[in-house]
């Protein structure tokens, strides 16, 4: 197993990939069960992964992500999508539970009714499936990075031109880019504030 300070350390966000470099369906796919291993507000796992996997797709992305190279030589792209309506997942998740009596169908109705409630709320919805996928980001690119991958989470691309263009659900609200693949040159190192600027203890 990697240590995990190793791999949080050797992060970087790299830009310049080799665009020889493949990943593997199924090499994606573990790093993304990696990621849904992400905790979540209610277990409800508030996240869509929208792979785009081959040069084909890529290319068509690209003027979406307003033409950054590394869409196109990245060994594969994913959109992290947050669910607005991740309420609905409230009997796919907690019914197996119920079934294998690790929770009481009381419990179940006590934890949907926090739920419900929360999502009659006009911000949560938004803010809930940012927070949440933001979580499964972020446990994606330390997965790859103990797997040997380079990643780089990206802001900057259309998000309604993507939705449009790969025919994305309204229930579903791209979050961010993250290119995959094999770096050709380091990504560039960055500092950090001094901690002490970023804590504060509570008295």
């Known amino acids: 197993m990697s240590d995990f300070f190793d791999v949080a350390l050797s992060r970087r966000s790299v830009k310049v990939y080799d665009p020889n470099a493949h990943i593997s369906q199924e090499e994606l796919t573990e790093l993304l069960e990696m990621a849904g291993r992400a905790p979540s507000a209610w277990n409800l796992q508030q996240w869509h992964f929208l792979v785009f996997h081959g040069k084909e797709v890529q290319k068509k992305l690209l ?3 307003y033409n950054q190279q590394q ?5 594969a792209v994913i959109c992290i999508l947050g669910d607005l309506e991740a309420n609905l997942n ?3 998740v907690f ?3 119920v079934e294998t009596n690790e929770i009481t169908p009381e419990l179940k109705e006590i934890l949907a009714g926090q ?3 929360a999502y009659k709320r006009a911000e949560y919805p938004r803010d809930g499936a940012i927070l949440n996928s933001s979580l499964a980001a972020m ?3 330390l997965a790859a990075r103990a797997k040997g991958y380079d990643t780089c989470p990206m802001g900057g691309f259309n ?3 993507l939705a449009d263009e790969f025919n994305v659900s309204k229930r579903y609200l791209p979050t ?3 290119t995959i693949g094999k770096k050709l040159q380091d990504g560039r190192p960055t500092d950090r504030l001094p901690i002490e600027t970023l804590v504060t203890y509570a008295k």
């Open 115 to 117: 739920i419900n409630g």
């Open 139 to 141: 446990q994606f690119m």
């Open 176 to 178: 961010m880019l993250i």
């Open 95 to 97: 019914d197996p539970q």
């Open 90 to 92: 409230i009997d796919p």
């Open 63 to 65: 003027p979406i992500a």
């Open 159 to 161: 998000a309604s031109g």
């Open 71 to 75: 869409i196109a030589d990245a060994s």
